[in-house]
Structures are given as structure tokens and as C-alpha cells.
């Protein structure tokens, strides 16, 4: 599987010593030395070195003279030194020391750690899928178990209606789920439709004959039945602001927590025709909050307080007009409705 380095996040922080006003950017408690260790990801190591784990790419674009990027692993030992008063990082590996660099290439990384917690979001990445409303409602169903089953599981017959003439050989077995509805418009942005298994097709017709080969759940008649997908999702990549000026609300947060905390996964109204895309941090600020001004008369006595940032989240999944993103750093408890902007 294709991946980015997570040396070109490590890397960029060499920069750091370039100018006084980057400086900053180091924590003042940062290690002089620290060993990666399995199960790191992208963001832990850089938070040891830097205020805001995400700072890279501005130094980054102040130095493009820097290249030669190195992978990171587990062992690997990264090292803060001053270099004619100037900080430097170093890895050591086998031995041998290699500067890092912040340039980005492509490579097979199997064994490289990831930018983000991938146990936080795996289940958003294994069939789980936020579609229009209107696809689900067109799209094949279970009419019925095979050998009379009202519940259906791994292994068992079921047969299908509305399939295409020449059908997929794989599809998802989904369940309509959550609705997410735009809280500023009133849109139905997506819906979720969450996979309960899988299956392939026996015979084509009116009804299909198809065969459960993984469910996670009951199959019932009624759910539906989507194409397989062959999405690939990459591991790493580089955590940035975005570009375009973004703010929206959170819509949703999943598996029904009320509350929300650091690696809770939220569904946001904004999407790629708002200029999202995968690795994009945004704030997490409080809900606008309305108070009483005691002393205040007539139109005036509701004053609306300074949002207060509350965490930070990264865009993981996008799509046209609405995104899924993970929280990566919560300062207190956060709550659906409150709102998303650039860092």
C-alpha cells in the first residue's frame, strides 16, 4: 500500500532554528532524545517536539531547500541537537545517523507508523459509508433468508431483489443508520449506511441468490445491498490547516456518546466543495453561548460570550458536503452543535 513518510512531519521541525519567530514552535519541555515505540503515531511524536503537532508545514514552506526524507519505525531514535546554535533533528538506525528532511515521497510502508490512531477510525474505514439518501433507497435488498431464516448469518443463502442485469460479483450488506441533517440549512447532507457483512453472487434474476460470507450482525430482509468498494485509505498523512477559510458545526457524533472526547469520531457539515480534505485540522470551539446582561435594557440585555477553543480535531474521511474527523486533542468535555474552524 502506497504511503507518505511521517519524516516529512519529524523532518520539517530542523527548521524550527531558521528565524527567531519559529523558535516558538518548540515546546519548551521538548526531549533532547526520544526512542519511537510501537504503536506511536505521527501526531504523539511531533507533539513532543511542538506547541501544535500540525506547525510542520508552515516551517516546511519557509525551507524547501530541505529534502531527503527518512521513514520512522519502531527503535528508530530521534534526536534534538544544536547545530552553529541552530536545532537539528537526527535518527539513528543500525548504528547510523541520517538527517531528517520534510520533502514528501511514496513509498511501501507497511511497517512505518501512522499519523493518526487507526483503531480510533477502523470501522469508518472497512465498508461504513455515508451515501445520498436517495441511493440507498434505490439501491438491491434482502427480500429473504434462505432455508426459511428470518436472520440470516456468515455462510447462508440469501436472496436479493431490484439487482442489475449484469451484476458485481461482491457486495455489502448495509443498514440504514443516521440521518445527518445540517443544522444551519436543514439539508440532509448523507446518510450513514453502516456494512453488516458481506456476500457474494451465486446466480443472477429476480430474485438473486446470493451467499453471506462475513456479518458482523443479523442479516435481515430489508437491508440493502451495495457494490464493494476497493477504497484505500492512507495511513500517512500530513496533518495541515487548510487552505480555504472553513467553519461549520458538528452534526454528529458516532456510536452515540453524548459527550465528546479526545479520539471520538465526529461527523462536521463541511465537506470538499467547502475546500476539506484528508489531514486538515480544524479548532473545536464552544457553542455560541448567550448570557443576560444584568445592568443591560431593552434589545441589549442578550450578550452572545467569545467562543472558547475546546480541542482539535483531523479530517479523515471527506466527502461533497459533509466530513468525518477524529479528535485529537480535547481540553474539556465538547458536545454536538459546537463549531469548527481553521487552527
Given at each position: 500500500?502506497?504511503?507518505?513518510?511521517?519524516?516529512?512531519?519529524?523532518?520539517?521541525?530542523?527548521?524550527?532554528?531558521?528565524?527567531?519567530?519559529?523558535?516558538?514552535?518548540?515546546?519548551?519541555?521538548?526531549?533532547?532524545?526520544?526512542?519511537?515505540?510501537?504503536?506511536?503515531?505521527?501526531?504523539?511524536?511531533?507533539?513532543?517536539?511542538?506547541?501544535?503537532?500540525?506547525?510542520?508545514?508552515?516551517?516546511?514552506?519557509?525551507?524547501?531547500?530541505?529534502?531527503?526524507?527518512?521513514?520512522?519505525?519502531?527503535?528508530?531514535?530521534?534526536?534534538?541537537?544544536?547545530?552553529?546554535?541552530?536545532?537539528?533533528?537526527?535518527?539513528?538506525?543500525?548504528?547510523?545517523?541520517?538527517?531528517?528532511?520534510?520533502?514528501?515521497?511514496?513509498?511501501?510502508?507497511?511497517?512505518?507508523?501512522?499519523?493518526?490512531?487507526?483503531?480510533?477510525?477502523?470501522?469508518?474505514?472497512?465498508?461504513?459509508?455515508?451515501?445520498?439518501?436517495?441511493?440507498?433507497?434505490?439501491?438491491?435488498?434482502?427480500v429473504a433468508g434462505g432455508d426459511e431464516r428470518v436472520m440470516s448469518a456468515a455462510g447462508d443463502r440469501v436472496y436479493a431483489r431490484g439487482m442489475p442485469g449484469d451484476p458485481a460479483e461482491d457486495w455489502d450488506v448495509v443498514r440504514r443508520e443516521e440521518a445527518f441533517v445540517d443544522p444551519e440549512t436543514g439539508d440532509t447532507l448523507g446518510v450513514l449506511a453502516r456494512r453488516i457483512g458481506t456476500s457474494g453472487i451465486e446466480a443472477s434474476g429476480d430474485p438473486a441468490t446470493l451467499r453471506l460470507a462475513e456479518v458482523n450482525r443479523e442479516v435481515l430482509a430489508g437491508d440493502r445491498l451495495l457494490e464493494r468498494l476497493d477504497s484505500e485509505f492512507r495511513s500517512h498523512f500530513t496533518p495541515r490547516?487548510?487552505?480555504?477559510?472553513?467553519?461549520?458545526?458538528?452534526?454528529?457524533?458516532?456510536?452515540?456518546?453524548?459527550?465528546?472526547?479526545?479520539?471520538?469520531?465526529?461527523?462536521?457539515?463541511?465537506?470538499?466543495?467547502?475546500?476539506?480534505?484528508?489531514?486538515?485540522?480544524?479548532?473545536?470551539?464552544?457553542?455560541?453561548?448567550?448570557?443576560?446582561?444584568?445592568?443591560?435594557?431593552?434589545?441589549?440585555?442578550?450578550?452572545?460570550?467569545?467562543?472558547?477553543?475546546?480541542?482539535?480535531?483531523?479530517?479523515?474521511?471527506?466527502?461533497?458536503?459533509?466530513?468525518?474527523?477524529?479528535?485529537?486533542?480535547?481540553?474539556?468535555?465538547?458536545?454536538?452543535?459546537?463549531?469548527?474552524?481553521?487552527?
Open positions: 500500500m502506497l504511503k507518505h513518510t511521517l519524516a516529512w512531519a519529524l523532518g520539517a521541525l530542523i527548521a524550527a532554528g531558521t528565524a527567531s519567530a519559529d523558535e516558538s514552535m518548540l515546546r519548551d519541555d521538548h526531549p533532547q532524545r526520544y526512542t519511537v515505540q510501537p504503536g506511536d503515531t505521527l501526531w504523539d511524536i511531533s507533539d513532543r517536539f511542538l506547541t501544535e503537532p500540525w506547525y510542520w508545514p508552515e516551517i516546511w514552506h519557509e525551507n524547501p531547500e530541505i529534502d531527503n526524507p527518512h521513514l520512522i519505525y519502531p527503535g528508530d531514535v530521534i534526536r534534538l541537537t544544536l547545530v552553529d546554535g541552530e536545532p537539528r533533528l537526527t535518527v539513528e538506525r543500525g548504528g547510523g545517523t541520517v538527517k531528517l528532511s520534510p520533502e514528501v515521497r511514496v513509498e511501501e510502508l507497511d511497517d512505518a507508523v501512522a499519523t493518526i490512531p487507526l483503531g480510533a477510525i477502523r470501522p469508518f474505514l472497512t465498508g461504513d459509508r455515508v451515501v445520498d439518501p436517495g441511493v440507498l433507497e434505490d439501491a438491491p435488498y434482502v490547516a487548510p487552505d480555504a477559510n472553513v467553519r461549520g458545526v458538528i452534526m454528529s457524533v458516532m456510536d452515540g456518546v453524548n459527550q465528546i472526547g479526545q479520539f471520538d469520531v465526529v461527523a462536521i457539515n463541511r465537506g470538499t466543495s467547502d475546500g476539506l480534505a484528508v489531514g486538515h485540522v480544524l479548532a473545536i470551539d464552544e457553542k455560541p453561548r448567550t448570557v443576560d446582561d444584568p445592568y443591560a435594557k431593552g434589545d441589549e440585555e442578550a450578550v452572545t460570550l467569545p467562543p472558547e477553543k475546546q480541542g482539535e480535531l483531523v479530517v479523515f474521511r471527506t466527502f461533497d458536503r459533509m466530513s468525518l474527523g477524529l479528535v485529537m486533542e480535547a481540553t474539556r468535555a465538547m458536545a454536538v452543535g459546537d463549531t469548527v474552524r481553521n487552527p
